[in-house]
């Protein structure tokens, strides 16, 4: 049931949002320059991963057939774990993304590293919170 739960999240609304989200990105800040890098990947960190976070959680709560509260409780436990580690592998990925990848394979690039990036989210979604 995880395995579906977590593929669905990505084909329904990670990849969509990601793709409409990094491409918005890229049209808004164009080019490969040094501060156009780091300003892409300051919003995507401080902006676009804990909105990711919130989609994620919010997803496998609804998926689950769990409560709003189990779901805010789940928010306030592991939100800040999942922001720092998304810190830890999308700040590098990211840098070389923006810098090195053309526009029309960073979808692609994103989602292969996101292979390994969920594996951290499947356990983290999966763990449970006492509740408050």
Not at 81 to 89: C, E, L, N, P
Not at 113 to 128: D, M, V, W
Request: net charge positive; charged share 15%; hydrophobic share 40%.
């Amino acid at each position: 049931m995880r395995t579906i739960r977590l593929g669905t999240f990505g084909f329904l609304i990670h990849g969509t949002t990601g793709h409409y989200f990094y491409g918005m990105l890229d049209s808004k800040l164009p080019g490969t320059k040094p501060v156009t890098v780091a300003t892409k990947v300051a919003i995507d960190q401080t902006l676009w991963n804990p909105i990711f976070g919130c989609m994620f959680f919010g997803y496998l709560n609804l998926m689950e057939g769990k409560s709003f509260q189990t779901y805010t409780n789940k928010l306030k436990a592991d939100l800040p774990t999942a922001v720092m580690g998304s810190w830890a592998v999308w700040v590098p990925a990211h840098t070389v993304n923006f810098a090195f990848i053309p526009p029309s394979q960073r979808l692609l690039y994103i989602n292969t590293i996101q292979i390994g990036y969920n594996i951290f989210l499947s356990f983290l979604g999966n763990k449970e919170v006492k509740p408050e």
